[in-house]
C-alpha cells in the first residue's frame, strides 16, 4: 500500500467510531506497562475471548504482547487526558498520577473506568505492523458511566 492509500485509509477507518481502552500488564512482577488502542473487540462468548491490537511501534509492544496476563480498562467520557497520557507520555511516566488498583494478577486496572476485563493472554498473532493479543476474560466489571469514544481524530461522547 502506497503512503497516500494508508492516509485514505486512515481517514476512511477514522469515520467509524470506536471506544478506547487502555491494556495494562505487570513485567516481571513490578513494572507496569500501558497503552492505549481503540482496535479491542470481543471475539466469542463460550469461552469469554477479547482481542486488542498493540503497533508494534509502541514502545510497551514487547511487554505488553509477552506478558501471559492483562487487564483492558474501556475509559468513561471524562478520561480524554488518561488516552492521550497512555498513546503520547513515555512508558515510564504513563502511572504517575493515575489512579488505579491492581487485578487478581496485579494487572492495573484504572480507576473510574466504564468496564475493565482482566484476562490470560490465549495467542499473539501477526497483524501487519501491530500484533493482535487474543485474551480469555477471567474476570470483568462495569460502571455506570458512559464510555469514551473516539471519531474523525477527535474524541466524544455517547449522547443518547
Known amino acids: 500500500m502506497n503512503q497516500l492509500d494508508s492516509l485514505q485509509?486512515?481517514?476512511?477507518?477514522?469515520?467509524?467510531?470506536?471506544g478506547v481502552a487502555v491494556v495494562c500488564a505487570r513485567a516481571h512482577g513490578s513494572a507496569v506497562w500501558g497503552v492505549t488502542v481503540n482496535s479491542f473487540t470481543s471475539v466469542s462468548l463460550d469461552p469469554p475471548l477479547i482481542l486488542v491490537c498493540i503497533d508494534r511501534a509502541a514502545a510497551s509492544h514487547d511487554k505488553l504482547t509477552t506478558a501471559q496476563t492483562f487487564a483492558v480498562s474501556v475509559l468513561a467520557e471524562d478520561q480524554a487526558d488518561i488516552a492521550k497520557r497512555f498513546a503520547l507520555e513515555p512508558p515510564e511516566t504513563r502511572f504517575d498520577d493515575v489512579a488505579w488498583r491492581g487485578a487478581s494478577?496485579?494487572?492495573?486496572?484504572?480507576?473510574?473506568?466504564?468496564a475493565w476485563l482482566e484476562c490470560e493472554t490465549n495467542?499473539?498473532?501477526?497483524?501487519?505492523?501491530?500484533?493482535?493479543?487474543?485474551g480469555r476474560v477471567i474476570?470483568?466489571?462495569?460502571?455506570?458511566?458512559?464510555?469514551?469514544?473516539?471519531?474523525?481524530g477527535a474524541y466524544g461522547r455517547v449522547v443518547t
Do not use: K, N, Q, Y
Open 139 to 152: 474476570a470483568s466489571g462495569c460502571s455506570d458511566r458512559g464510555a469514551l469514544l473516539f471519531f474523525a
Open 9 to 18: 485509509f486512515r481517514e476512511v477507518m477514522g469515520r467509524f467510531p470506536t
Open 105 to 114: 494478577d496485579g494487572s492495573p486496572v484504572l480507576e473510574g473506568a466504564a
Open 123 to 134: 495467542g499473539v498473532m501477526p497483524g501487519g505492523d501491530h500484533s493482535i493479543v487474543l
